[in-house]
């Protein structure tokens, strides 16, 4: 029997997982698009092909500049987006679930490197990520670009961890403004800076991350760029996404189940005087991430702020309204970080089969799934629960000494 030294079954275990995702994004990379928002996403591009980068933000361009920069850079290459305006032509398809796609595979990598020093668990956390079917099908089917934002989130992670503040605080920024799903994680940073640098290293760290934005902001300031932007969010989150919650199995899709028969119910209602479901969300989960932060302050080791990072997407996934299904996909980055822990093992297959279900239901690519998981219902209210409860034990663990709860 043939048998293979720790390091090489490793290897063999990277390259076949490796292989196995490459083959599984080969075939969904071409797939039409069933989300709707592919065909948004090319219009963008064919805008900034026509007008010019400086220019993106003319149209509902919801995203800040880093995904302009991408878009601008495939409309560079491919002259095809000067007339296509959907994504019926499969070059533009692939082209523009191209670059999560590629993070995909550079967020294993980094995962895999920040398991180094783990044994074999550099390699299972590397493949347990390329292989994750919420993953893939984000990234390679939806063409979404969360692995764009936790790529640069999960480098400043690696960085931090290893003393390098101001360069952690430069991809955070690159982070915030890939996608403001990346806000959450500014309060275990800012922690992080404070309590490894004193005042000084956190105001160190919050001007080099607000010249990271400055500078990305600099092509985009004379034509309007940067109050387009914020008016283009203005009118997304006061518009038809203005719901409770929109697809993601949290507290408040519980209320919609609850107290609406799992029909929508506008973000905006008074709750309690001037105070709406919105605010009432942004006040708890102010509350949640103000712990968060103080748990870090407290305990200022790596677990702490990997742990901290995973209950930050967790609570601003679990409290705030208007939730995509796919929100807390930073989690399942930096719950893979703590793989080599035992419960972590059982909280990381919780946590996965959770938010895949989730992202089926959501958008079932057939209609046999589409029978089988329905996104309301029985199974919307347990999603919900499980997802509340993992929360609860990823801020419970964060709260705790980490001594007392794994092996450091």
Not at 68 to 93: H, K, M, N, Q
Not at 307 to 313: D, I, N, S, Y
Not at 385 to 397: D, F, K, M, N, Q
Request: positive net charge.
């Amino acid at each position: 029997m043939l048998r293979w030294p720790p390091g090489q079954r490793r290897t063999v275990l990277l390259v076949a997982g490796f292989a196995c995702g490459l083959a599984v994004r080969l075939v969904l990379l071409p797939a039409p698009d069933i989300s709707g928002d592919i065909d948004d996403f090319v219009g963008w591009i064919h805008h900034i092909s026509l007008s010019g980068l400086p220019n993106a933000y003319d149209e509902r361009l919801p995203f800040p500049p880093v995904i302009a920069y991408i878009w601008g850079l495939l409309a560079a290459v491919e002259p095809g987006f000067r007339t296509a305006t959907d994504s019926t032509d499969l070059t533009i398809r692939v082209l523009i679930k191209l670059p999560p796609t590629l993070a995909d595979f550079a967020l294993a990598l980094l995962v895999g490197y920040a398991l180094r020093d783990r044994g074999r668990w550099a390699a299972i956390g590397a493949v347990a990520f390329i292989l994750h079917p919420a993953v893939f099908d984000v990234s390679a089917w939806w063409g979404q670009y969360e692995s764009i934002y936790l790529l640069f989130a999960l480098a400043a992670t690696v960085l931090a961890i290893n003393g390098r503040n101001g360069w952690a605080a430069a991809l955070i920024a690159l982070s915030v403004m890939t996608k403001p799903q990346a806000l959450p994680m500014l309060a275990p940073f800012a922690a992080w800076f404070w309590t490894t640098g004193g005042w000084r290293g956190l105001v160190r760290s919050g001007l080099i991350g607000a010249a990271v934005i400055v500078i990305l902001w600099l092509p985009f300031i004379g034509a309007g760029g940067p109050a387009n932007y914020l008016g283009n969010v203005a009118g997304y989150q006061e518009g038809r996404f203005a719901v409770l919650s929109i697809s993601g199995w949290n507290s408040w899709w519980l209320v919609q189940q609850t107290a609406a028969g799992g029909n929508f119910v506008p973000d905006e209602i008074p709750v309690v005087g001037p105070v709406t479901f919105r605010h009432l969300g942004l006040m708890i989960t102010g509350l949640l991430e103000s712990l968060v932060a103080l748990a870090v302050i407290r305990d200022p080791r790596p677990r702490t702020l990997i742990l901290a990072l995973a209950a930050a997407v967790l609570v601003a996934f679990s409290f705030l309204t208007l939730m995509h299904e796919r929100y807390n996909y930073g989690a399942v980055v930096f719950l893979l970080l703590l793989l080599s822990a035992p419960r972590m093992r059982w909280l990381n297959l919780s946590f996965g089969i959770v938010i895949t279900l989730n992202v089926l239901a959501a958008v079932p690519p057939t209609a046999e799934i589409h029978s089988a998981l329905r996104l309301s219902g029985l199974l919307g209210v347990l999603g919900s629960i499980a997802t509340l409860s993992i929360t609860g034990i990823v801020c419970t663990l964060l709260t705790r000494r980490q001594g007392q709860v794994m092996a450091s």
